[in-house]
């Protein structure tokens, strides 16, 4: 299958026990988020781990083997989250896809469109591994509760799923980012809590939008306090 592929490219998950190590991902976890692939050298990331460049390189032999382990724990970490949601059972099915939403969008906001552009014409054999486990794991579980919410009368049956995902996925990388709403005056929170009320809205049925909107636990923007 593709996604065990994923897991043999990319390597398992980083160990925790050994310190250097530790150091090594954080620094470059920090960097390659803020700043993309490309621009990020393995100097930078060894110096602000505190390491000696041949040090860095016994760890990891090369940058894009440093950043496929990044990545893979971003994702891994989303999938994670994604489950534990889904398996709570004692939460309104609504409230629980709003808490899986706020929860991704969050995440994948860390992996915006500066990263996954850079990634995509940079390293392009990250890229590829990215987009197979984003398609076979993590939107596969939101195609999940999406399909049990139909079936459950809480969705409409008239929006493609898989293209729902993808356009929330890809709203979410290319919108949340502060060059992007400088010019809307929006706070990050203020996007997100918008995208995530448009899709929810737009997705319910009339009796499920109803009782979102009726409940406290909905995500809307807050109003803005007039300015005097």
Same mark, same amino acid.
């Given at each position: ?50 390491? &000696?460049?041949?040090?860095? %390189?016994? %760890? ?10 990044? =990545? ?36 994948? &906001? ?34 999940? =509760? ?21 356009? %929330?996925?890809? =709203? =979410? ?38 009782? %979102?909107? &009726? ?14």
């Amino acid at each position: 299958m593709k996604t065990r592929r994923v897991f043999r490219v990319l390597g398992t998950p980083a160990r925790n026990d050994d310190p250097t190590r530790a150091r090594i991902l954080e620094a470059a976890r920090e960097q390659f988020l803020r700043l993309g692939f490309s621009p990020v050298t393995t100097d930078a990331i060894a110096s602000a781990a505190g390491i &000696s460049k041949a040090t860095l %390189y016994r %760890y990891f032999p090369g940058k894009e083997r440093l950043f496929r382990e990044i =990545i893979l724990g971003q994702l891994l970490e989303i999938e994670g989250g994604i489950e534990s949601l889904i398996s709570t059972g004692d939460r309104d099915f609504v409230d629980k896809l709003a808490a899986v939403l706020s929860f991704m969008g969050l995440e994948l &906001s860390k992996l915006g469109g500066l990263v996954t552009l850079d990634m995509q014409r940079n390293a392009p054999a990250v890229w590829k591994e990215f987009e197979a486990f984003r398609r076979e794991r993590i939107f596969a579980k939101l195609k999940r =509760i999406l399909e049990e919410g139909r079936a459950s009368g809480v969705f409409r049956d008239d929006i493609h799923q898989d293209f729902l995902i993808l356009l %929330y996925a890809t =709203i =979410i990388q290319e919108v949340m980012n502060p060059a992007t709403l400088v010019p809307f005056s929006l706070s990050f929170g203020e996007a997100f809590h918008m995208i995530i009320t448009m899709m929810l809205e737009g997705t319910l049925t009339e009796k499920a939008r109803a009782r %979102y909107l &009726s409940s406290s636990a909905g995500i809307r923007p807050k109003k803005r306090r007039s300015q005097r």
